[in-house]
């Protein structure tokens, strides 16, 4: 069942994203938290982003996505991981991204646990990064009060259909610690 393991993204809502971001996408580092089937990631790279890193929790998806990345010869610049999405964040980062994208299975709140995350880790974000989020609008609830972010601003939301992608950027606090 879709959602349980995969978040599926239509084809016309990948197109929306990739509108969005634009030329700014080449030579950039996207981090996809909960890769799926690989097909945000291989976008980004086959738009030019120098560095994509796939993780997922499940066999299935990684062999899905390492067969894709063979399929497009995009492999170059991939790094695929069978690994669960917090256990990476919590390590330390080399190297800040560009773009992350949260598109977990759905109605379990992992969403809202990975940005929280993100938003008290901004080492995780390059200066101008992006998080986008993708979720059901059911699935949506507004942060309370308690999970107030400080390092992160949405700035953006567009609904597709029964889809909803969410913008966020690096708030003017979290460029004051910088």
Known sequence: MPGDTTR????????????????????????????????????ALSRGASRVVFLDINHQPVKTIRNNLRQTGLEDGAEVYQLDAFSYLE??????????FIAPPQYKG???????????????LSIDAWVIVQIHPVEFTDLTESDVLVNLTEFDRRQYGST???FYGRSAAADDAQ
Do not use: C, M
């Open 8 to 43: 599926p993204i239509t084809d016309r809502v990948r197109e929306s994203l990739f509108n969005i971001l634009g030329p700014d996408i080449q030579e950039a580092s996207f981090l996809d938290l909960f890769g799926g089937t690989g097909s945000v990631g291989i976008e």
């Open 91 to 100: 390590k330390s980062t080399g190297e800040p991204f560009d773009y992350i």
């Open 110 to 124: 992992l969403w809202k646990r990975a940005l929280l995350y993100l938003d008290s880790h901004s080492e995780w």
């Open 164 to 166: 909803w992608l969410l």
